[in-house]
């Protein structure tokens, strides 16, 4: 992914816990990002590995206690700045994101809202941060 400023992301998204590993994503999910022309079926669901804080400069916790599991994970001498992701936005509560999985289709509707605003934030922190 890359925007107008020149900043290349690669992603990926993963869990802490090994219950959904080769499920695909939510149909809610699916939905609510076909909305914005993200196509995600093709996504199956994976475990953070400790190859993540290596291949990745950033992992990006959704809450304290997947930061925790993360934490827990993490090698001492990897390169990955592990961070809450709603840090980089002032509306989520003590940085962290609402999990829409309990909630009806507007919940994941919000979160993609949500979500776009963080991510946005996010890139603005990086491209600032490469400025400096």
């Given at each position: 992914?890359?925007?107008e400023?020149?900043?290349?992301?690669?992603?990926?998204?993963?869990?802490t816990?090994?219950?959904?590993?080769?499920?695909?994503?939510?149909?809610?999910?699916?939905?609510?990002?076909?909305?914005?022309?993200?196509?995600?079926?093709?996504?199956?669901?994976?475990?953070?590995?400790?190859?993540?804080?290596?291949?990745?400069?950033?992992?990006?916790?959704?809450?304290?206690?997947?930061?925790?599991?993360?934490?827990?994970?993490?090698?001492?001498?990897?390169?990955?700045?592990?961070?809450?992701?709603?840090?980089?936005?002032?509306?989520?509560?003590?940085?962290?994101?609402?999990?829409?999985?309990?909630?009806?289709?507007?919940?994941?509707?919000?979160?993609?809202?949500?979500?776009?605003?963080?991510?946005?934030?996010?890139?603005?922190?990086?491209?600032?941060?490469?400025?400096?």
């Open positions: 992914m890359s925007n400023q020149g900043v290349f992301l690669e992603l990926d998204s993963a869990g816990a090994a219950y959904h590993v080769g499920n695909p994503p939510d149909p809610r999910s699916v939905f609510a990002l076909q909305q914005i022309d993200i196509n995600i079926e093709q996504q199956k669901a994976r475990q953070v590995s400790v190859d993540d804080f290596y291949a990745f400069d950033w992992i990006l916790a959704m809450d304290r206690e997947n930061l925790s599991n993360l934490q827990k994970i993490q090698p001492e001498n990897s390169p990955a700045k592990l961070v809450m992701f709603g840090e980089f936005d002032h509306i989520a509560d003590f940085g962290e994101v609402v999990d829409p999985y309990y909630g009806g289709q507007d919940g994941f509707a919000q979160m993609r809202s949500h979500l776009k605003t963080i991510a946005n934030a996010f890139v603005h922190h990086l491209i600032s941060s490469r400025e400096d």
